[in-house]
C-alpha cells in the first residue's frame, strides 16, 4: 500500500517536471513565430539590400540619347513593372533616355551566393565585350555594371535581347521609403502615361 501511494504521488510530480522542462509553451510558440517573422523580413531585406535602387546619374560614354522618345526627359510615367518591391504603379520622373539593347541575363555573383536568373536590365554599352551588333539569347558576356552586388566582374548569359529605349529614372515605392534616383534601367514597354 506504502508502495501504491508514493506512485501515484511520484506521477503528478513527474508530469509537473517534465512540463517544466518543456519548449512549448503557448507564449513560447508565439515569440517563436515572431522571430521566424522577424528573420523572413531580414532575410527579404537584405535581398532588397543586394540591389543598388539609387545610381550615381553615370552612363557608358557611348551610350546614345535617344533623339525623340516616347517619354522625354523631365516627364512623368507610370511604372508598370515590378523588377523590385514597390516599382510597379508608381510614378516616375524621366531622368535619361537612351537608344540601345536591353538584355535579361542569369549570372551568379562574384560575391558569391545563388545564381541570378533573367535579370532586367543590362545594356549593350555595359557588356565588356560589346560592339555594334547585338548579342543572341544564349551567348556568354562580361558584366561591367553594378546594379547588384556582385554583378560587376560577372559572366552572364544572355536570356532575351530587345532593340529599344531604355530610361533612367526617379520614383517613390508604393510601399513608401525613401525616394529612388536615377534607377537603371525601364524599357519603353514597362511604362505607360500617366
Request: aromatic fraction near 6%; charge should be negative; glycine fraction near 6%.
Amino acid at each position: 500500500m506504502k508502495n501504491t501511494y508514493k506512485k501515484l504521488l511520484l506521477v503528478p510530480t513527474l508530469a509537473l517536471a517534465l512540463s517544466a522542462c518543456s519548449d512549448s509553451s503557448p507564449e513560447k510558440d508565439d515569440m517563436d513565430a515572431k522571430d521566424h517573422e522577424n528573420m523572413d523580413m531580414n532575410s527579404s531585406s537584405e535581398e532588397s539590400m543586394d540591389m543598388d535602387h539609387s545610381g550615381s546619374g553615370e552612363v557608358p560614354e557611348d551610350l546614345a540619347v535617344a533623339e525623340n522618345p516616347t517619354y522625354a526627359v523631365g516627364s512623368k510615367a507610370i511604372i508598370e513593372t515590378d523588377h523590385m518591391e514597390g516599382m510597379k504603379s508608381a510614378e516616375a520622373t524621366i531622368v535619361g533616355a537612351y537608344d540601345t539593347t536591353a538584355y535579361a541575363i542569369s549570372y551568379t555573383p562574384t560575391t558569391g551566393g545563388e545564381r541570378v536568373e533573367n535579370h532586367k536590365w543590362v545594356i549593350q554599352e555595359e557588356v565588356k565585350e560589346a560592339g555594334y551588333e547585338p548579342f543572341e539569347p544564349g551567348t556568354k558576356v562580361n558584366v561591367e555594371a553594378e546594379h547588384m552586388k556582385g554583378m560587376d566582374g560577372s559572366t552572364a548569359e544572355i536570356d532575351s535581347a530587345e532593340p529599344t529605349t531604355v530610361y533612367m529614372i526617379d520614383y517613390t515605392p508604393t510601399t513608401g521609403g525613401e525616394k529612388v534616383t536615377n534607377h537603371k534601367w525601364v524599357t519603353e514597354s514597362e511604362l505607360s502615361a500617366e
